[in-house]
């Protein structure tokens, strides 16, 4: 029984692996089944096995990619130190390390919403609310504590989201930069959009 499951749960992964590949290549509507079935050597029928449909594909994809995400910032949080600063560099690094190593993921999870049906993308969006709220209270308590200078605590949180997502388009393993490095730059960053005393900024490589 065990071995069964194993073999599944592995079956299971190939397809997402599959699914993924196709995706950020071809986009979602580029994908067929055939596509996906093709590069995890496995027949379309097999697929239907794990995922009845596409968009459940889609749907799993983009939920872990978010789950995942949120996971490595809360993380990230929860292990900084108490200051604003601190706590917005930390999450900074975790996000940017999510996207530099989970690229073809974040891209999918950052490109594909429009293709979601409406139960997949009231999900995802719930999802993304979750992840820019944990940005927005770093933020917004460091403008209470007047660690912050910022007026736009809201906007700023999404203006560094997306600055952090964006690295998913662009960066590439073996680059001039290592992910630490791109890290450290982009938490400099986020920490000058919200007005943080530059000398708390982390240095820059």
Do not use: C
């Amino acid at each position: 029984m065990v071995q069964e499951r194993t073999q599944v749960r592995g079956g299971r992964d190939v397809v997402l692996a599959a699914a993924v590949e196709n995706f950020q290549r071809l986009g979602y509507h580029g994908t067929s089944m055939r596509d996906i079935a093709r590069d995890a050597n496995i027949t379309v029928a097999s697929i239907y096995h794990h995922f009845p449909s596409k968009q459940l594909l889609l749907h799993d994809i983009m939920v872990r990619v978010l789950s995942d995400s949120i996971s490595m910032t809360r993380s990230a949080l929860m292990s900084a130190d108490s200051t604003p600063d601190g706590q917005l560099a930390a999450v900074v690094r975790a996000w940017i390390g999510f996207h530099t190593t989970r690229r073809a993921e974040a891209h999918i999870g950052a490109s594909e919403i429009r293709s979601l049906d409406e139960t997949g993308h009231r999900l995802v969006v719930a999802l993304r609310d979750e992840q820019e709220r944990m940005f927005r209270d770093v933020i917004e308590r460091g403008v209470s504590e007047g660690a912050f200078s910022t007026a736009y605590p809201r906007e700023a949180a999404r203006a560094i989201i997306n600055m952090g997502s964006s690295v998913a388009t662009w960066y590439r393993e073996g680059g001039e930069l290592s992910p630490e490095e791109v890290a450290e730059r982009y938490a400099a960053l986020a920490l000058g959009a919200v007005g943080s005393d530059a000398a708390d900024a982390p240095r820059i490589p």
